[in-house]
């Protein structure tokens, strides 16, 4: 599955997706403005929204974690 990434700058929110978003997919609030979906038939992670994002990364001159695990590999 591809991940997709999109950075709307007027409202300061980065969404990544794993593979098209899908309007069934349950939002959950998690603290310090990050949005999880998650396909609520597989109860999986599909993908996830954080809010204030260049608002944050000016705040903050560290990493942030984020409340998800995440295994990585090539396409």
Known sequence: MKLYYYYDKEA??????EGKSSPRSRSIETADDVV????????K?????????EKRSK???????LPIKAVLQPA
């Open 45 to 53: 992670v599909v993908g996830f929204t954080i809010l204030n994002f």
């Open 59 to 65: 705040r903050r001159r560290q990493p942030v974690e």
């Open 12 to 17: 300061d929110v980065l969404y990544f997706s």
């Open 36 to 43: 999880l979906r998650v396909n609520p038939r597989t109860k």
